[in-house]
């Protein structure tokens, strides 16, 4: 028993008292729920303002699309890791289950370090490059791309329509993830440089 409306083709003009005028008419409504969107995946890091060694604001390192090695870490923002982010499985593997899987590859990350005596880390721009055209090569292969939905990017107005999630499934990331490991972290440049965050602001 319901009523749809498309606000494309027939969009909002006003909030009234009995529900809402689009531009064919009045439509009552008892209750009126509103959602004005989310910017999905890459929106709570870029709200944030993460600069890199640089003094790069990871909002400008994406601005042509989201760029990561592993959906993990990106190139010019050393020592930033971080989980459940663009480019990561999350949106096409259950939550708890992403975190847990890339959580534990930091920590191992981490124990590499430590015991080798690295303090820094950073994704190579070749490998962000290479991540990134392997998750739209695999996107490419689906329906997905044809879809305006946030996990192209599509509910933002001007933010690059790209697949925003590691679309190729869990078991193929966790062999990503064990052959950068296994070959000593490749795709990430490892040393003991000191470690910058750009000017301050």
Not at 10 to 34: A, F
Not at 96 to 111: D, F, M, N, R, Y
Not at 186 to 192: A, K, N, P, Q
């Amino acid at each position: 028993n319901v009523g749809l409306v498309d606000l494309k083709a027939t969009p909002i003009e006003r909030i009234i008292p009995s529900g809402i005028r689009t531009s064919e008419g009045d439509h009552e409504l008892d209750l009126l729920v509103m959602a004005t969107g989310f910017d999905a995946v890459t929106g709570g890091l870029t709200n944030i303002d993460i600069r890199g060694c640089g003094g790069e604001s990871l909002k400008e390192h994406w601005q042509e699309g989201a760029r990561t090695h592993l959906g993990i870490a990106s190139a010019g923002f050393p020592n930033l890791l971080y989980i459940y982010g663009p480019q990561s499985p999350s949106g096409f593997c259950n939550g708890p289950t992403c975190a847990e899987v890339q959580g534990e590859w930091v920590v191992e990350l981490i124990a590499h370090m430590r015991d080798a005596g690295v303090t820094r880390i950073e994704a190579t721009a070749e490998a962000e490059q290479g991540w990134r055209d392997q998750v739209q090569a695999i996107a490419s292969m689906t329906l997905f791309p044809r879809a305006d939905s946030w996990y192209m990017g599509a509910n933002i107005p001007g933010k690059p329509r790209e697949m925003l999630n590691w679309p190729g499934g869990l078991q193929m990331y966790l062999m990503a993830c064990r052959s950068s490991a296994e070959a000593g972290y490749s795709g990430f440049l490892l040393d003991e440089a000191p470690v910058s965050s750009g000017p301050r602001r």
